[in-house]
């Protein structure tokens, strides 16, 4: 059988020999295609490679009757409905590894051309103005850089920015203080980075959580005269608060590769002289581009010789017989993982799960990545799956234990999930009932009865008349509606928990309101 490889964005040709050579694959390199061409084309095709600038929508994927897998070569599948793809059992596979020197590199040379205003000396030269005033620069050395998104590529920006003689701090969800002592950079909240920076470097995936992260509220945190560099995703740092700090004198320069619509050239960013620029250009050299194209190759070939692909970004197909048994947990195992990130706000280092009951003599591991999932999901937006997740936790140095007991306790069935940070533990507990679905049965040290489900509010307070009735009365004041409510204590007039369930998602400035009223400790909202 001989499958058919549309390459709609230009690849390296000496990156995607795998697929020359493969006896059973005929390639098509069809690049600038418009949007309709593509969903026209793309019926007659196995495979699709990409890089950024096709957009696989979902029309394209439903379009895609033939299709198997979507080859990203690069690391952002931001341009691919990934959603879509699970939903028609396309495979994504991405190069996760082959750009990351090429984009460090790149984000350097913006750091260098910012600070010594190389871009815009250029330019008057080239114009004929010989000017030696207006380009004045700062040194590197012994200014703070700080780094948000301390992965692969912020990982080697830092270690780069340190030869410069920089002193690093960063922060990372997931950063120990071993592997920030490791690297040589100081830990930070994000807070701390940017109010300690001279130099701000984003290397971060574009994700719900990380949308619009450097705004007006952080600017207002930076020191005068701090300059911002963006080789990561247009839209983390908000474009029109950036205008408006440059414009204020704020931000004294900032350069950017990637924009929130690209290509960028109406960009009114690009007006101001502060602005450097190039256009999303941090993989664009030879090397990342046969190394990011040979490992998609790869994974293709590798795909239709029945081989397990190496770097997948969505979820393949569970095979039948296991799913039955496993599949009614996936949803329930994923929500305690959902729910646990809420409990925490350090670096978790262990993730601890018991299943007992049923569980004990079916294969769990399906199970334990859904879990995974849930937990990581904040971090990594779609891009984790319940393939790759027992991967990515291993990369952030995160350890999974599976434990199993026939014993039942209390229930026919139990998935009990403990995180474990330098300081504490945290647990959550929920069983499959028979004939009423999921629930979940323990919060931290609490018995509950809870749907794992929609908008949560998750209270601590002291066990005290009154308090949960303000809170109720605060709710209705705000006309948010409550559909159930929970409520444990440890002892009479001790620490107590509540756990409502709302009809709409709150607003950080309503969980405020819940925080300010009296015997309230603790107030977090859960979105499961
Ligand atoms: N400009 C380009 O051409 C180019 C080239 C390659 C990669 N990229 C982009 O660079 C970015 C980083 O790529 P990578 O390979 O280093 O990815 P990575 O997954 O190795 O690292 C991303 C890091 O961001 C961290 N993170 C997630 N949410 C965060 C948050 N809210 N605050 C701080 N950190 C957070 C993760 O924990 C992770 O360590 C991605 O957006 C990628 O698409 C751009
Ligand atoms: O394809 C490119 O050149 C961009 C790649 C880059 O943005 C990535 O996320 O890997």
Not at 403 to 412: G, M, R, Y
Not at 414 to 425: A, S
Request: proline share 4%; charged share 25%.
């Amino acid at each position: 059988m001989t499958y058919r490889v549309l390459i709609s964005d230009p690849l390296s040709e000496d990156g995607i020999y795998p697929l020359r050579e493969a006896d059973n694959l005929e390639v098509d390199i069809i690049t600038d295609l418009t949007p309709e061409e593509l969903v026209k084309t793309i019926v007659d095709y196995d495979a699709l490679l990409v890089r950024s600038q096709t957009k696989v929508t979902e029309e394209v994927i439903a379009a895609g009757k033939k299709l198997k897998i979507i080859g990203r070569a690069g690391v952002g599948v931001d341009n691919i409905d990934l959603k879509a793809a699970t939903e028609h059992g396309v495979i994504v596979v991405n190069a996760p590894d082959g750009n990351t020197n090429s984009a460090a590199e790149h984000t350097i040379a913006m750091l260098t051309a910012l600070a010594r205003k190389i871009p815009q000396a250029y330019y008057a030269l080239k114009n004929k103005k010989w000017d030696r005033k207006t380009y004045v620069g700062v040194e590197l050395k012994g200014k703070t850089l700080g780094v948000i998104g301390l992965g692969r590529i912020g990982r080697e920006v830092a270690l780069r920015a340190k030869g410069q003689r920089m002193n690093v701090i960063a922060y990372d969800p997931f950063l120990t203080d071993e592997k920030a002592e490791h690297i040589g950079v100081t830990k930070g909240t994000v807070e701390e980075v940017v109010q300690a920076a001279d130099f701000i470097t984003i290397h971060t995936p574009l994700l719900k959580e990380t949308k619009n992260l450097i705004n007006q509220k952080m600017f207002d945190k930076m020191k005068p005269g701090v300059q911002l560099i963006n080789v990561a995703r247009g839209g983390i740092i908000n474009e029109d608060d950036l205008y408006d700090a440059i414009v204020a004198g704020k931000v004294a320069g900032a350069a950017l590769d990637v924009f929130e619509v690209e290509p960028a050239v109406d960009n009114k960013l690009l007006e101001l002289p502060e602005v450097i620029a190039t256009p999303h250009l941090g993989a664009s050299t030879v090397e990342a581009q046969e190394s990011v194209a040979i490992d998609v190759s790869h994974d293709v070939v590798r795909l239709f010789n029945g081989q397990p692909v190496k770097n997948p970004v969505n979820m393949p197909a569970v095979p039948k017989d296991i799913m039955k048994k496993i599949e009614p947990y996936f949803y329930l195992a994923e929500k305690l993982g959902r729910f646990l990130t809420n409990l925490t706000d350090e670096v978790i280092k262990e993730i601890k799960i018991s299943y007992s009951g049923e569980l004990h003599n079916v294969e769990v591991a399906p199970i334990t990545r859904n879990t995974v999932k849930g937990l990581l999901k904040p971090h990594y937006g779609e891009r984790i799956n319940d393939v790759n997740a027992a991967y990515l936790a291993e990369q952030q140095g995160i350890v999974i234990n599976e434990h199993k007991t026939s014993h039942p306790k209390d229930f026919t069935n139990l998935i009990k999930v403990e995180i474990k940070t330098d300081t504490e533990t945290k647990a959550i507990a929920g069983t499959l009932l028979k004939g009423f679905g999921p629930r979940i049965v323990q919060v931290e040290e609490y018995r509950v009865d809870l749907v794992p489900e929609g908008h949560l509010i998750y209270i601590h307070h002291k066990d005290q008349p009154g308090a949960i009735g303000r809170v109720g009365t605060e709710l209705a004041k705000k006309g948010i509606n409550i559909a159930t409510m929970q409520v444990g204590r440890k002892d009479i007039g001790g620490a107590a928990i509540m756990l409502l369930s709302v009809d709409e998602e709150v607003t950080d400035e309503e969980l405020q309101v819940l925080l300010d009223l009296k015997d309230i400790y603790k107030v977090s909202a859960v979105e499961l």
